[in-house]
C-alpha cells in the first residue's frame, strides 16, 4: 500500500482538500472520517496518561481536549492555508474572542477596523471592555498612516477581515501586515468570505486567520464551528507577550522547544482556552464540515462567477444607487481585488436602493429564489437586510462606518443557475414603486 496523499503538502489545493490529514491505515481503513462519537478515551496505563496530561505524547483522553475526527479538521486547514496549525472552536465568534483573549490581558489593546462584522464589531467595542481589553478603531483604513496612529505600547495585535462585511472592503493586507511587523505584533485576519481557496493570508504577511466555518467552508448552511489557523512565523517570544514566554518555560521541557515555538499561539489557545472555557465543537459537526471543504475549490469558483454576473447586472439597474462588489471595474476595491484576489472577491456583496427602506422591504418581501435569511457562504443565495440583523444593536454612526444604511441590501449568492439568479432579483426590484 503506497497511498501517502495525507502528507504531502506539494500536492494542489482540491487534491489536499479531499486528503490532507487523514490516513485511513490510523483509523481502521475507513476511507471517510470516522466519528469517534465518544467523551473520553482510555488512558492506557499510568505512564502514558502522565505524558497524555503533560503534552509529551500527542494522543486523546477528554474530548473537551482534542478528538481524532476534530484533528483530522485541524490539519486540513492547516495545508489548505499553509500554516502550521490549528484549532477547531464551536463557532466562529468562540474563534474571534478566544484568539483575542489568548493575545491580550487587562490593560492591553486591540487596533481594529469599522468595517467588521457586526458581531465582532460588538465582541471588541462593549464585551471585552469589561475584561479590562480595549480596541483602538482606525479612522480611515485606506490609509496606513490612520493604523500608525493608533498603535502604542499597549497594542497586541491588528485585527481586520480579509473582504469586509458587509460592503466587501478591501485593504492593502501586505502593507498592515509590514506595520505590524515593524512594531512586533500580529495581523490577525477574519477569512471567513474568502477562504483559502480565494486568498492565501500567509502569503501577504498575516500571521494568525480566524474562521466562522458555518460558511462557506461548510457551505451548506447546517453547522456552526469556527477555527483558528496559525502562521507558525510569528515570534511569540519577542518581548511584547510574557503570557508565551510565561507558557513557553512551563512547556519546553515536555514539548519539543522549536516545535513549540511554530505552534505556540495554537498550542497555548487549546491548553488555555479550548480547556478551560470549553468551546469544543462536537466530532458529528466536524463530519459535515469535512464533508462540505471536501467541494470547497469547485463551489467557490462557481460562486464567484455567479456574483460577477449578478453584481453586474445590478449596476445596471435603474432601482440601484450602488454595488459594492470589488470585482466591478467601478469599484474603488478593484485594483486591490486583482492583487490579491485573482480568482475573483467572492460572492457576497452589498447594494443600496435609491428607493430607501420602503424599497429594501418591498425586495426583501418579493425575492423567490434568495432566501431572507442571516446566513452566507451557503450553497443556496440568501439576501438580508443588514441593519436590522446583523448589525442590530450599532448606532447609525456605528453602522455608517461599517457601510450599512437603512437602504442597504446584502445578498450572498449562491451556486444556482445564473439567470435564475438574475430574474428573481429582476422581478423583485421590479416590484418597487
Known sequence: MSYRAYDNDSLGFTTRQLHAGYNPADHYRSKAVPIYQTAAFELGDFDRCTRLFEYSEEGHSYVRFSNPTNTVLEKRIASLEGGTSALALASGMAAISNTILNLANAG???????????????????????????TRFVEDENDIESYRKEINGRTRAIYIESLGNPGITILDIEKIASLAHEHNIPLVIDNTFATPYLFQAFEYGVDIICYSATKYLAGHGTIIAGLVVESGKFNWLNGKFPQFEKFYDEFKNNIEP????????????????????????????????LQGMETLSLRMERHTKNAQAVAEFLEEHPQVKSVAYPGLKSSPYNSLAQKYFSKGPGAIMSIRLKGGLEAAKTVLENVQVFDYMVNVGDAKSLIVHSATSTHFGLNKEECAKAGVYDDTLRLSVGIEDTEDLINDLSQALGAIK
Not at 112 to 128: D, E, I, N, P, R
Not at 260 to 272: N, S, V
Request: hydrophobic content about 40%.
Open 108 to 134: 492591553d489593546e486591540i487596533v481594529a477596523v469599522h468595517t467588521l462584522y457586526g458581531g465582532s464589531t460588538a465582541l471588541l467595542a462593549k464585551t471585552l471592555p469589561d475584561y479590562g481589553i480595549h
Open 258 to 289: 522549536e516545535t513549540l515555538k511554530r505552534e505556540m499561539f495554537t498550542k497555548r489557545l487549546r491548553i488555555r482556552f479550548l480547556t478551560d472555557l470549553g468551546s469544543h465543537v462536537s466530532p458529528q459537526t466536524v463530519f459535515y464540515l
